[in-house]
């Protein structure tokens, strides 16, 4: 059977990540953090066997040095 979004999201930490922006607002630090901690947060509940599976996809969001 064929993963799709819905079946991958609805085990996600965070279903609907929070807009950087808005038609009133620019980005800005804060709320690319924030959406970048959602994400990781996302990445980690998506079963990987790569390194030992204990952090999912963590690591595809982040850097060498940061993991």
């Known amino acids: 059977m064929a993963s799709t979004y819905d079946s991958f999201s609805?085990?996600?930490i965070h279903p609907v990540i929070t807009p950087i922006?808005?038609?009133?607002?620019?980005p800005n630090y804060a709320s690319i953090?924030?959406?970048r901690t959602q994400l990781r947060?996302?990445?980690a509940?998506?079963?990987s066997p790569a390194?030992?599976?204990g952090h999912g996809h963590l690591?595809?969001?982040m850097t060498d040095a940061e993991y």
Request: a negative charge; aromatic letters at 12%; hydrophobic letters at 40%.
């Open 10 to 12: 609805t085990n996600f």
């Open 21 to 26: 922006a808005s038609q009133n607002e620019e």
């Open 33 to 35: 953090r924030f959406a």
């Open 41 to 43: 947060h996302n990445a």
């Open 45 to 47: 509940v998506v079963f």
């Open 51 to 53: 390194g030992g599976g």
């Open 59 to 61: 690591a595809l969001t």
